[in-house]
């Protein structure tokens, strides 16, 4: 496992930390799921899940509106992630 360069942030850092400069990174946003199930008086239990997007400040397609964006090229949309982490190095590389 590499490690990052000591000047780059390790774990999740809020949202309103993130870079806005084209940067890409990966972005997360907390979801509860509720699954039908035998357990509890109403028959249904929420199950709390992560949503992680790769994600960069821009503009979205055909638009003009700038937000936390995914996609590719041709069809970019936006989000509202809460919390982000860099993207790690492709393995077998190391940060420099």
């Known amino acids: 496992m590499t490690t990052p360069p000591r000047d780059t942030p390790q774990g999740w850092q809020p949202i309103e930390t993130a870079p806005k400069d084209g940067t890409l990174f990966i972005g997360r946003k907390r979801e509860i799921i509720n699954r039908l199930t035998q ?3 109403r028959g249904c239990v929420g199950e709390i899940r992560y949503l992680r997007r790769v994600t960069w400040w ?3 397609s055909h638009v003009t509106l700038y937000g936390w964006c ?4 041709e069809d970019v949309d936006t989000w509202n992630p809460t919390e982000w982490q860099p993207v790690p190095p492709p393995k077998g590389k190391e940060a420099t």
Request: glycine letters at 30%; a positive charge.
């Open 58 to 60: 821009g503009k979205v």
């Open 70 to 73: 995914y996609g590719h090229v």
């Open 39 to 41: 357990a509890g008086p």
